[in-house]
T-cell receptor, first 113, second 114 residues
Framework: KAGVTQTPRYLIKTRGQQVTLSCSPISGHRSVSWYQQTPGQGLQFLFEYFSETQRNKGNFPGRFSGRQFSNSRSEMNVSTLELGDSALYLC????????????FGPGTRLTVT | AQSVTQPDIHITVSEGASLELRCNYSYGATPYLFWYVQSPGQGLQLLLKYFSGDTLVQGIKGFEAEFKRSQSSFNLRKPSVHWSDAAEYFCAVGAMYNNNDMRFGAGTRLTVKP
């Protein structure tokens, strides 16, 4: 079974631009979560989607948004990029619910200049 | 809200020596706990999980962890470390309603000396 895939793997953007990251979950998984990883703040939860609905959201500004499609693929969008948005963005999928663990993709490395 | 503390930022051990990575959690109910490993430039790989039952949990790559409710701890252990174990290790606790909103510790970077 194929793992979680994320595209692109690397991205360089300029401050003020917007960016869209994509995540394809493991087949059959309906939950997709996004995390931001930085050296200073560590791993922080952004949001989770389950069956096309945002089920939970972390403490990030509204510039960070996401969506999930009917095939469970998810996209994350960051508008008006700031230098501090430079990070590794990780996507994780699971079957959903409390009794299932998450499986992570390799991440998208975003650099904002 | 749940939280996790990993007291050791960096640990160095010799190859073949035993390893213990510490993890303390704060949670109002029975926690769901995880250990993940991350190699440079990679995503996170699940080593093991604790949901309920036996407090000693076996994982992949020869790792095990012990849940101690009285100490709010979930320490990761390995009897004999291999050079390939050098990586960053993260302890995490799942939210009460599901595990798709996890709180991670700051991580412990493991260096293995030859």
């Amino acid at each position: 079974k194929a793992g979680v895939t994320q595209t692109p793997r690397y991205l360089i953007k300029t401050r003020g631009q917007q960016v869209t990251l994509s995540c394809s979950p493991i087949s059959g998984h309906r939950s997709v979560s996004w995390y931001q990883q930085t050296p200073g703040q560590g791993l922080q939860f952004l949001f989770e989607y389950f069956s096309e609905t945002q089920r939970n959201k972390g403490n990030f500004p509204g510039r960070f948004s996401g969506r999930q499609f009917s095939n469970s693929r998810s996209e994350m969008n960051v508008s008006t990029l700031e230098l501090g948005d430079s990070a590794l963005y990780l996507c994780a999928s699971s079957l959903g619910g409390r009794d299932y663990e998450q499986y992570f993709g390799p991440g998208t490395r975003l650099t904002v200049t | 809200a749940q939280s996790v503390t990993q007291p050791d930022i960096h640990i160095t051990v010799s190859e073949g020596a035993s390893l213990e990575l510490r993890c303390n959690y704060s949670y109002g109910a029975t926690p769901y706990l995880f250990w993940y490993v991350q190699s440079p430039g990679q995503g996170l790989q699940l080593l093991l999980k604790y949901f309920s039952g036996d407090t000693l949990v076996q994982g992949i790559k020869g790792f095990e962890a012990e849940f101690k409710r009285s100490q709010s701890s979930f320490n990761l252990r390995k009897p004999s470390v291999h050079w390939s174990d050098a990586a960053e290790y993260f302890c995490a606790v799942g939210a009460m309603y599901n595990n798709n909103d996890m709180r991670f510790g700051a991580g412990t970077r493991l260096t293995v000396k030859p």
